[in-house]
């Protein structure tokens, strides 16, 4: 594995960083504050490829590989989580349409994705009653001739009121993983209702809904993969996003890092830079050795992913270190600012709330152990 990064990786990072500065860093405060989400920065966003930057360029994508993808989310999440959230999710949509549905499917939805004419993507997986265990939805799909027929209700859907493309999981064959199926749905479409946008203690300019089917009809076609192999791709997609999430945890943990580190210098107190105080040097030394660690496992199951070799494990781990390390990372910048980390004139406080999800979605810390494990017995078997 080259350390060095090829010139579409340069350009991609550079291309994120640049707008990300201008363009939302700028607006992040307010994001947070009003929870507002923009749909026209999305638009934005697509434009400069990265709704799809692990896509094809004949589907509208960057055609930039998994290790530009985690580099661009680092950059967006240094700048505000909750607009690299939905980047997150859009980018793992169109990942997962492009790499299971036919080729009708790709050219309609994919490209509404990384063209923005979507705006974001959805992924409808967890239920009020199933979250660590997708297996244990209720959702159902029934198949009416042309038409499958969709009951339930989903939980925790990021962008869900603004999506127009979702990728949703019902059951098709009875409980368990072998009977769960994945749809194609759009956005507006009948029967799709969208609950209360939920009020949360971080990633405030994200929307984050509950979706309710209520005998909501999609073309038979609309099935994404084949019927029962639902379980599988929410656990492929779901390796990819962890990747996705790692990278946003790294963003955020750099940003409290190059916070921490310029208040140290500008703070004096006992007549001189708190920067100057080991106490506040050793913490801030840990914090940089513990992101260069985060990103080096989140860039190793990048480039695993890209090359096309197994990555479940490495995806995990990267996960389950960056999303830990960034929580140390933020508690620890607050710490550094003192009363001044504690309001909102300066942006750790919502690094702090930003980073707690963190450890939460797309598999809690507990999950990301299990796969680890699982991982590393099959290894060693
Ligand atoms: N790749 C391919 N196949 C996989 C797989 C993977 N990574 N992981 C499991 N499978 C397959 C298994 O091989 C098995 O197949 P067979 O039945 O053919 O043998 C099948 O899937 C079932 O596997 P398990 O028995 O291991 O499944 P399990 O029910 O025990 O679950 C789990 C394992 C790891 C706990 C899983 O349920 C899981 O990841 N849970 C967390 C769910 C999650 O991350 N939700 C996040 C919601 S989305 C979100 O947060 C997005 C957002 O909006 C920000």
Not at 74 to 82: I, L, P
Not at 337 to 342: A, N, T
């Amino acid at each position: 594995m080259n350390l060095e990064l090829t010139e579409t990786q340069t350009l991609i990072r550079d291309t994120a960083r640049k707008f990300a500065r201008e363009r939302v860093a700028p607006q992040a405060r307010r994001f947070d504050r009003e929870e507002l989400f923009a749909p026209e920065l999305f638009k934005e966003l697509a434009s400069l490829g990265l709704m799809g930057v692990n896509i094809p360029a004949q589907y509208g994508g960057a055609e930039a590989g998994v290790v530009s993808y985690s580099l661009a989310m680092m950059e967006m999440a240094a700048a505000c989580a909750s607009t690299s959230v939905a980047m997150a999710v859009t980018n793992m949509c169109a990942e997962l349409i492009c790499k299971f549905g036919t080729e009708a499917q790709r050219e309609k939805y994919v490209t509404r994705l990384t063209s923005g004419e979507a705006v974001v993507g959805s992924f409808a997986l967890s239920e009020p009653h199933a979250g660590s265990d997708p297996r244990a939805m209720r959702t159902t799909a029934v198949r009416r001739g042309d038409k499958w027929v969709l009951n339930g209700s989903k939980q925790w859907i990021t962008s869900g009121a603004y999506a127009g493309v979702m990728v949703v999981w019902a059951l098709t064959g009875g409980q368990g993983n072998k009977g769960i199926s994945a749809f194609i749905v759009e956005g507006g479409t009948k029967g799709l209702l969208i609950g209360k946008h939920e009020d949360k203690m971080g990633l405030r300019g994200s929307n984050t809904v509950g979706l309710t089917f209520e005998d909501m009809e999609i073309p038979a076609e609309n099935l994404l993969g084949k019927e029962g192999d639902g379980f599988k791709l929410a656990m492929i997609a779901l390796d990819g996003g962890r990747i996705g999430i790692a990278s946003q945890a790294c963003g955020v943990a750099r940003a409290a890092l190059e916070a921490s580190v310029q208040y140290s210098k500008d703070r004096k107190a006992f007549g001189q830079p708190i920067g100057e105080f080991q106490g506040l040097r050793f913490m801030m030394a840990n914090m940089a050795t513990e992101l260069q660690a985060a990103e080096l496992l989140t860039f190793r199951a990048a480039y695993l992913k890209e090359e096309g070799k197994p990555f479940t494990r490495e995806a995990s781990m990267a996960k389950l270190y960056a999303s830990e390390m960034s929580n140390r990372a933020v508690d620890k910048a607050v710490q550094i600012h003192g009363g001044y980390g504690y309001i909102d004139e300066f942006p750790v406080e919502r690094y702090f709330r930003d980073a707690r999800v963190q450890t939460i979605y797309e598999g809690t810390s507990e999950v990301q152990r299990l796969v680890i494990a699982r991982e590393t017995f099959k290894l060693l078997d």
